[in-house]
């Protein structure tokens, strides 16, 4: 019988978003393919450092050790060749991480691939890769460099959505965007008990919702949102109707989101703006969410 991903927690990831590429990553920019290729070769049997999304990916692996049947499946999807891609399965051996399966697409482009695998989370380095998955209805996002001195917490996984154009769709951000902030309030206070719409990483909130009903104590989930009273109720009631258990939620109103990601200590944070995302990857790992191509929020 074949291998069922179907009732799994998927996460797609790329080399460099699991392990720390960036020189091999130069000498492919700067010095081409073959001297990338001979590099890797060369260096196959050296263990790669980790890469921002590690400490995410041992913890979610982790949870399979409470469950009969393993609930989270890790798979490296990478344009790497399956020649270059040897050093990553040797790195992912040597720190015994439970990653068994890969797809070395030779260079061909990664979310067409995405489906196969019943992927419910990709993550990358790559901007056209992470475009391109989440223009095909995946959740994803680029990945932010190695944060300074991040130290994992090693009982929970801790992680941290924003709202509107992450969680939500974009459609109350439009609002504010285009018509100001007193429109935005008005509108989000009309429809409070109106459930926002789905963003691109609502089943993925969902589904971690449903292993947390199981074991509350290894996953700790925030929002961590621009938003504030009067426009807070809408989140509430809205996860409220869909049935989900947040542990924390911040309604910051304008106030910098950095210190308070600190202070949670998130294995990871995803949010859709470059303005929020950068200084949070300085303390902890961080993804950017981007919109759709024929979005409205693109200028």
Known sequence: MAYDLHNKL?????SRALFDLELENNIFN??????????????ENISLEEGTAY????????????????????????RNSPETGLRVFNSIESKNLGINRAAFTGGEEIAKYLSAFDVDLFLSKNELD?????????AAALIYDVPNEFTPDDKEIRIAFDGDAVIFSEESEIIYKTKGLEEFLDHEKANAEKALPDGPFAKLLKTLS?????????????????????AHKRVILTLRQ???????????????????????????????????VKPASENIPSGRVPYKSDSNLIS
């Open 130 to 138: 992470v475009q391109e998955a989440i223009d095909a209805g995946f």
């Open 55 to 78: 400490a995410l990916v041992k913890a979610l692996l982790n949870l399979n050790k409470k469950f009969d049947e393993p609930i989270v499946e890790v798979i490296v999807i990478s």
């Open 242 to 276: 869909w049935n989900v258990d947040v542990d924390a939620a911040f309604f910051l109103g304008g106030v910098e989101k950095k210190a308070v990601l600190k202070a949670f200590n998130a294995h990871i944070f995803f949010d859709d703006q470059d303005v929020h």
């Open 30 to 43: 700067e010095k081409g393919l073959n001297k990338y290729e001979s590099f890797q070769v060369k260096h």
């Open 10 to 14: 998927v996460i797609g990831i790329s």
């Open 210 to 230: 449903t292993i947390k009903q199981k074991y509350p104590q290894m996953l700790r989930i925030a929002i961590v949102t621009a938003r504030n009273y009067p």
